[in-house]
């Protein structure tokens, strides 16, 4: 086992759908867990018919399918009938950890809850992610991201004052739902007893990434608001125009924001008693940006990044997705996966792989997403099942 794949040899059944759910799982598989999905017969995975490809959606291997589901095993299973709970027991028997996003009690009305399955094999982590969380007076709610986003708060400080409450621009509550999930379950497995049942909140996890804002509330009575790209811990920090477009400066430090005024050739602007002091320059911010844009804009955001990063000035151009997948920083640090071979499709994809590396290297599956229920004969057969059951299996549509 490789110090990039520390969870070599554990099995994780992933009986989730769409994002939070598969995000969480596909970060085990990388970093070296057998991961099974286990998916409705004829159906699948949710995400198999979504995604910004009607082509690739209708052969059941949609984008957002495909984003999150390399490297795993594929089986599709009929939970609903007898013999389809005698499988996942099966399974359960051999994984060491189980990961739903049903609402909370589905597994339970269909026999397959936490203590049913622990039963069956107390080691087993069972983790279960929702949108509010298995108990409390939202916990029936239905959730994705966006209801999440707007409950937690999220919306309400995203976008600028004259705007109102805007989205963040990605699936932000599931994929730290997802993160949370990997993170409860990596911990799980490194506990001296193994077996345990985790309940991960979609709310609960976007709040916990909202430290600063939740505590400038509860401990200085900070009201929550929108700034729009103003940082408003400090200033000049924020997105100024260039040329051709928006940079980020955050020079937080006083001798950033002097390094900047000095470079910028307005060295007029240390002298303002206004600019004096990191308050005066917070309270005077959007009079200090115009004052720095009347240079920013005669050059382009590239250019000013680079030199004001050389003097140590935090600077950044405010890129596309495209721009920043196709920069030497990203590509010559292997952040994306190329797969030639992809089941049921006639075309090559790049994929995203894990945002860390270890010891040099960045974990990462090596299989394609699988097709729906590729694997399902193999990991019977593995279970010990004959051909004569899996045969009567398939004809009574458990499989």
Not at 213 to 235: D, F, K, Q, Y
């Amino acid at each position: 086992m490789g110090t990039d794949h520390p969870l070599s040899g554990v099995r994780v059944l992933d009986l989730t759908n769409v994002l939070a759910g598969p995000f969480a799982c596909h970060q085990l598989a990388h970093l070296g867990a057998e991961v099974i999905k286990v998916e409705a017969v004829g159906r699948g995975d949710l995400a198999r018919g979504l995604g910004a490809s009607p082509d690739l959606s209708a052969k059941g291997m949609g984008i957002s399918f495909l984003a999150q589901n390399a490297g795993k095993a594929s089986m599709t299973l009929n939970l609903k009938a007898p013999e389809g709970k005698a499988v996942l027991t099966d399974l359960v028997k051999t994984a060491d950890v189980l990961v739903e996003n049903f609402r909370p009690g589905v597994m339970d009305r269909l026999g397959l809850g936490p203590n049913v399955l622990r039963g069956a094999n107390p080691r087993l982590i069972y983790c279960a992610i929702s949108g509010f969380g298995q108990t409390g007076p939202w916990a029936d709610r239905p959730a994705y991201d966006q209801i999440i986003q707007g409950a937690s708060g999220v919306m309400a400080v995203t976008g600028t004052a004259a705007g109102g409450p805007t989205r963040v621009g990605y699936p932000l509550a599931d994929t730290v739902g997802g993160l949370t999930a990997a993170m409860a379950i990596t911990a799980a497995l490194n506990a001296p007893e193994r077996g345990c049942v985790i309940d991960v909140s979609m709310l609960d996890a976007v709040l916990a990434t909202m430290g600063w804002v939740v505590s400038n509330h509860l401990i200085g009575g900070a009201a929550p608001a929108r700034h729009g790209n103003e940082n408003p811990t400090s200033a000049p920090s924020g997105a100024f125009q260039c040329a051709d477009g928006l940079v980020n400066v955050a020079a937080n430090k006083d001798e950033q924001w002097v390094a900047l005024a000095r470079h910028l050739g307005r060295d007029d602007l240390l002298e303002a008693p206004i600019y004096a002091t990191r308050e005066d320059r917070k309270a005077n911010r959007l009079r200090l940006k115009a004052e720095l844009e009347t240079v920013l804009t005669t050059r382009t955001a590239e250019a000013w990044a680079a030199e004001l990063n050389a003097i140590g000035v935090p600077a950044g151009a405010v890129l596309r997705l495209e721009d920043v997948l196709a920069h030497p920083q990203i590509k010559d640090r292997e952040f994306l996966a190329h797969f030639a071979d992809v089941p049921g499709l006639d075309i090559a994809i790049d994929l995203a792989r894990i945002g860390a590396m270890v010891d040099g290297v960045r974990p990462s599956v090596d299989a394609p997403p699988p097709a729906l229920g590729q694997d399902t004969d193999s990991i019977l057969a593995d279970l010990g099942y004959g051909s004569a059951q899996v045969t009567e299996l398939r004809e009574k549509g458990v499989i």
